[in-house]
């Protein structure tokens, strides 16, 4: 199962996050965050790709998460779209909606307000 970011998604913390800012402040902010929240471990950072890959550690009925963080933005143009996707492995529930908005709510406050 997997649940991504999305412009089709009614709320807010399901739909990718644009900011009017250059790529490379935007990816630092969300390496930053990924190690700030519980449970969540940086596995790689490519600023070059623009990729994030971590992991969430499995909850009570839930497997471990595989969390994929994208980021783009046309070269030095402040404009850079954050899309995240979310896979879940084992465990009887699964997370993954829960995981992308647990990433995107405090990633819009910090980048976009």
Do not use: Y
Request: hydrophobic residues 35%; glycine residues 8%; proline residues 5%.
């Amino acid at each position: 199962m997997s649940f991504q970011t999305s412009d089709s998604h009614p709320a807010l913390e399901h739909r990718p996050v644009r900011a009017a800012a250059l790529q490379a402040g935007i990816f630092e902010e969300a390496r930053t965050l990924v190690s700030e929240l519980p449970g969540w471990t940086l596995v790689a950072a490519d600023e070059a790709s623009g990729k994030i890959e971590c992991k969430r550690r499995a909850g009570f009925l839930s497997g471990e998460s595989r969390i994929t963080i994208s980021i783009e933005s046309p070269a030095g143009v402040p404009s850079t779209t954050v899309n995240v996707r979310s896979e879940s492995s084992g465990g009887i529930l699964r997370r993954d909606r829960q995981n992308v908005a647990e990433f995107v709510r405090p990633f819009h406050r910090r980048v976009c307000l």
